[in-house]
């Protein structure tokens, strides 16, 4: 009888030691550690283990570090990061928009606008009018990204792909290092990219007063991106509740401001401007 009632209380602390933390927003979480990816996509996300590994980065690991849970964060080719998060490999994908969410789940309020922006060189006089107006370009896109979530510039670029119409696709790591060169090499006459990462970037890789930048005013905004299960529905509710706070408690912004922005954009600015400036 004494060697059954061990053999009970034993398996009660198994049982015990497996059991579902209790959050403290009343949140039930199985995990103490939940694994994010990523392309490099700077200043949302950038190199692993470094001093600014990216905003998103940085807001994902307050949240969860304030449940307790943490997070391990590492780099992938963008098509593989989406896949490996639909299917349950990685818990969160950072910088969905709604074009290429696929099945995941996407966080409620998302985090400011992935606004796209023609990336042309300096001397260029070339004025966005529209997709038809890249007819004469040379252009460069990166390969499984969508610009205005499959509208009609996302339209107009896979009809360009189809013709092998003058189009370069890129599909190496830190795709947006490829297409500055190729721009400033005269192997391409302008680029697709984020506004916001154009601008960080053309500062750290210094070609940043070497190109101009023109809004097509088209856009979407940039979510984090979980995995379709009761898994994933319970890290997205902790994040939701967790950007909630951070956002009242002006962590957020504080997190921004480290990578030099004023604020997360809220809106796409349609106008040309000179990053340089």
């Not at 103490?32 to 490099?40: N, R, Y």
């Not at 896949?83 to 966080?107: A, C, I, P, W, Y």
């Not at 390969?143 to 890129?170: F, M, P, Q």
């Amino acid at each position: 009888m004494k060697l059954k009632l061990f053999l009970i209380g034993m398996s009660l602390l198994l049982i015990s030691a497996h059991s579902p933390i209790a959050a403290s927003d009343g949140q039930s979480a199985l995990e103490t550690s939940i694994s994010i990816t990523a392309e490099i996509w700077c200043p949302y996300a950038c190199t692993p283990e470094s001093e600014n590994p990216g905003i998103l980065v940085e807001v994902v690991r307050e949240i969860y570090r304030q449940q307790g849970i943490e997070v391990e964060y590492g780099l992938m080719p963008w098509r593989r990061a989406l896949m490996e998060t639909e299917k349950g490999t990685s818990d969160l994908v950072l910088g969905v928009v709604t074009g290429n969410r696929g099945s995941l789940l996407l966080d409620k309020r998302g985090m400011g606008v992935d606004e796209t922006i023609v990336v042309v060189r300096k001397d260029s006089d070339f004025d966005y009018q529209g997709p038809e107006s890249l007819n004469s370009m040379r252009l460069g896109v990166i390969a499984n990204y969508t610009y205005d979530s499959n509208g009609v510039l996302d339209s107009y670029l896979k009809e360009r792909r189809r013709l092998h119409d003058r189009i370069v696709v890129i599909y190496r790591d830190e795709p947006i290092k490829s297409l500055a060169n190729m721009l400033s090499g005269y192997r391409i006459d302008a680029f697709l990219e984020n506004r916001q990462v154009t601008l960080y970037e053309g500062k750290r890789m210094n070609f940043g007063d070497k190109i101009r930048i023109i809004s097509t005013g088209l856009g979407d905004t940039v979510h984090v991106g979980f995995t379709p299960n009761d898994r994933g529905r319970r890290n997205l509710d902790i994040y939701n509740r967790g950007l909630t706070r951070l956002l009242e408690s002006g962590k957020v912004d504080e997190i921004v401001k480290k990578y030099g922005l004023d604020g997360v954009p809220a809106e796409i600015k349609v106008k040309v401007n000179n990053p340089s400036k």
